[in-house]
DNA sequence: CGGTTGTTTGAATCCGTTCAATACCTGTGG
DNA sequence: CCACAGGTATTGAACGGATTCAAACAACCG
């Protein structure tokens, strides 16, 4: 499942100008019918290894529309009624949970070719706030047709405990960072994790642009924006990034991962 | 799925002598063939609400056996090969995550009723520690045997897609205990919760047994033990709740939510 | 252009850690 | 039975990393 074939091609580096532009044509329509997942360039991140032809037709009527999200606008809010489960197209997002008391905290951020609110599916109503940060596109999957594809289809239904434990593991990595790790760990592995996603997406792994500020940053890594600014700058006089901004380039990845 | 019909009688506040004796009997044959899910008192935790006959008769084929693990020991560990998930019958577990460098983490305590190895499906290998806090009994549940089943029993499926989502919840909470709250309050959270968890399970919420060290509550909140001993100690100062040793009896839970 | 939002850096403060000393259980073996 | 050992828990004092507060600057957008 996810289908993802959009022409995401300059996402990290590239200015908001040049990212993507196919979905601006179609502003006023933000929902449209998909292209097939059978001929989607991403479709190695988003389904199963092996899948036959008849598969193949049945998950193309199952990924049926595709939305586009602006920057800033969110694409589900905590308390939503869960329907169905996203992947990301193009663009990028961050989840955000909220206590009472009007604490937030950044569960997470998503690129092309990664998943989204699966976190709904056991209450039945999402869990989170999933914002854009860029203008953004994402696949709709109908929880309920995939439900029953994955009764019909057994590598399917693995796919989906796969993406599900996958998210499980992912969380408790980020556990461990939050109770484990100094300021200056936390935004060393969160470098290295951007890098090492960017890169699995075909995207360059030493230099991206961050699509967050300082401030979702830290708010992900458990941390003030202060603190992310000068562990930024810290790296930066170790020789180990260099940080123009949003731009950043890693230039010793072994150094990093030292830290 | 998730069987456990032990008579799981005093869990919380009694002491090791007189906790659920019967499977000192067999210690021999740790392994043994568990009693049916279909008359287990603790269904309602484990299963899907609504089974017809037919669905039970195969539930019960499903979950065929149940296994001790003595106070200490693993029931499973990082790396071990993914094969079942587990159902807490009688005693508690803590599910620990080790980095490269030694550092530990505590991403999880489970009591009876509650579910275990989630985790190892996506990768197909555990990606955690899951050892005894006391003498404890748990459910196996072949997971390839419950794929199948959940292919066919579409209320099994939808509460195995529960049960994950519900963890990925659980853990984004934790994320945001561990990214955004003090250590006072992390403790009052920690303690409101197991008072909570061990109310459904039809325990007291008002007075319990910790079975773990301070140090392992600790290493689960992100904090040195000698913090959550100071907290334990303040929290008694201010009469919220009365902690002697690993007896815990909570007070004022209005004025511990209120920290 | 001015106003807003985001970033960097410094100085003072504070919360939690570290180090250390003492007390307390709990199970073991004499 | 008691003494003892080893792990566990409590508490104090000094320390340090991250936060808070503040100011200045850069980037962006209408």
Chains 1, 2 share one sequence.
Not at 63 to 80: E, F, M, Q
Not at 116 to 139: K, Q, T, Y
Not at 202 to 209: D, L, M, Y
């Amino acid at each position: 499942m996810l289908a993802a074939n959009a022409p995401v091609s300059g996402h990290p580096t590239a200015r908001p100008a040049t990212v993507v532009p196919f979905h601006r044509i179609e502003q006023r329509e933000p929902v449209q019918r998909a292209p097939r997942c059978s001929a989607c360039s991403m479709r190695a991140l988003c389904m199963p290894p092996e899948l036959s032809a008849a598969d193949f037709a049945r998950l193309d009527s199952l990924i049926c529309s595709t939305r586009s999200v602006k920057r800033g606008d969110t694409l589900y809010r905590a308390g939503d009624t869960f329907q169905s489960i996203y992947a990301v197209r193009a663009g990028s997002f961050k989840t955000v949970v909220m206590h009472r008391d009007g604490r937030e905290h950044v569960t997470g951020f998503q690129i092309a070719g990664e998943a989204l609110g699966l976190d709904g599916l056991g209450a039945g109503h999402h869990n989170c706030d999933a914002i854009a940060l860029e203008d953004s596109v994402v696949c709709i999957i109908p929880f309920a047709q995939l439900e029953v594809a994955c009764r019909e289809i057994k590598s399917m239904q693995h796919h989906i405990y796969q993406m599900m434990s996958s998210e499980i593991v992912r969380e408790s990595s980020q556990m461990m960072l939050l109770g484990t790790m100094t300021a200056e760990q936390r935004v060393a592995t969160f470098l290295l994790n951007l890098s090492r996603r960017f890169k699995a997406r075909g995207f360059s792994a030493a230099e991206f642009h961050l699509r967050m500020t300082r401030e979702e940053i830290g708010c992900y890594l458990g941390m003030k924006l202060e603190t992310v600014s000068r562990m930024f700058s810290k790296f930066q006089r170790e020789r180990l990034v260099h940080a123009d901004g949003k731009t950043i380039r890693i230039v010793d990845p072994e150094g990093l991962a030292r830290v």
